[in-house]
């Protein structure tokens, strides 16, 4: 139905701090090795964000000011700006409004989208509802994380894993068969004992015992949470393209939530989709939750042409996880 009105991706960009925490790095910072993080997990560097006074929202705003940049979308003009977080600047506010100040957006309201490594796609289908509606006309939805400040460089599991960045895109109105055709999103709370963050909530607030246990940081029992992304990310796609009538065939890239590239090449095997069609930048970024759906359409946007069928997909803690059917606009 070419004039049903849908919501668009009209730009993305991305931010990634400068500092480099490559795998010899590591090596001098726990028993590791490259060797056991590249075949494990296909990691080279991860990005890591030390400028005094910097946070989640200063990566966020570094990638919506460049996307406002390269789409003339002026700040006054955004309705609704969406950022989908795990690493939010404080409890509260929300990192969405510190943002909107950061960037001088003043007509626009926003909140945080909490849902890990899924988050960009929750707040994509989210905010593509208030343009469906016809409520809005310009929103903005984010993805970013500053992992480093809940990653424990003292242990091996983790911390070799997770990055520190920002992606951003603009959502329009279309017209033209362009847009977000479908979405299939999931949770299941019972994952929480697989991923989370122990102390720090509500359940457990901060104190010195929390400190001394270590409990700030990411947890995970990673070959648990493998095994569920690969079913998560694989079924939801081919939900989404079955009620689609579409086949792998038709997909012209897949933009898989970057977590381990072990993990990237068995969707893809599962999908039957080759990987020239799928988009990697895991070597250089590492996991960075919710800013790595993003951060790859921003690094494969000059190889993407209007009308492209896309496959975004990701599984993270909640668990959270799903896909999103979209027709690429320009
Ligand atoms: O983004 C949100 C969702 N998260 C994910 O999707 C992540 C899913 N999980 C994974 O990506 C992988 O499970 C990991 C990369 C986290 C771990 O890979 P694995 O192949 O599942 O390794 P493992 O946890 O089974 O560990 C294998 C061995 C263990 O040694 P033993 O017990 O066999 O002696 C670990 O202690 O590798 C050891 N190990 C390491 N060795 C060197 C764990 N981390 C390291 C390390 N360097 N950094």
Redo the contacts with the bound molecule.
């Keep these: 139905m070419p004039n049903k009105l849908r919501a668009a991706i009209t730009g993305v960009n991305g931010w990634v701090p400068e500092d480099r925490l490559t795998n010899a790095d590591l090596e001098k910072m726990?028993?590791?090795?490259d060797e056991?993080?590249t075949t494990?997990?296909g990691i080279k560097e991860r990005r890591i964000l030390r400028t005094p006074g910097w946070a989640t929202s200063d990566m966020a705003a570094e990638a919506v000011r460049g996307l406002m940049l390269k789409t003339g979308l002026l700040p006054g003009e955004i309705d609704l700006l969406i950022v989908a977080t795990v690493t939010a600047d404080m409890v509260f506010p929300d990192t969405a409004n510190t943002v909107c100040d950061k960037i001088g957006a003043k007509n626009a309201f926003g909140f945080d989208i909490n849902a890990?490594?899924s988050g960009f796609l929750y707040a994509l289908a989210t905010g593509a509802q208030f343009i469906v509606a016809g409520a809005y006309e310009k929103v903005v939805v984010v993805g970013a994380d500053m992992m480093s400040s809940i990653t424990d460089y003292t242990d091996?599991?983790t911390c070799?894993?997770f990055g520190d960045g920002a992606g951003a895109v603009l959502l329009e109105g279309r017209r033209d068969g362009t847009g977000i055709q479908d979405f299939v999103l999931r949770g299941d709370g019972a994952g929480r004992e697989f991923?989370h963050m122990k102390s720090g909530g509500s359940l457990r607030p901060p104190s010195h015992e929390t400190v001394d246990r270590r409990e700030h940081y990411v947890y995970?029992e990673?070959?648990r949470?493998?095994k569920f992304?690969v079913e998560g990310m694989v079924s939801t796609a081919q939900e989404v393209l079955r009620r689609n009538h579409k086949t792998v065939d038709e997909v012209d890239w897949v933009v898989p939530?970057q977590?381990?590239m072990?993990?990237i090449t068995s969707v893809a095997e599962h999908l039957g989709v080759p990987m020239e069609k799928v988009m990697v930048n895991i070597h250089k970024y590492g996991?960075t939750?919710a800013a790595t759906i993003p951060l790859c359409l921003w690094e494969y946007e000059d190889r993407l042409k209007k009308g492209d069928n896309l496959i975004l997909t990701a599984?993270?803690?909640g668990f959270t996880w799903g896909s999103i059917y979209l027709k690429w606009a320009y």
């Design positions: 726990v028993d590791t090795s056991w993080i494990r997990t890990a490594c091996r599991n070799v894993l991923l995970q990673g070959k949470v493998f992304a939530h977590a381990n072990r993990i996991n939750t599984f993270g803690g």
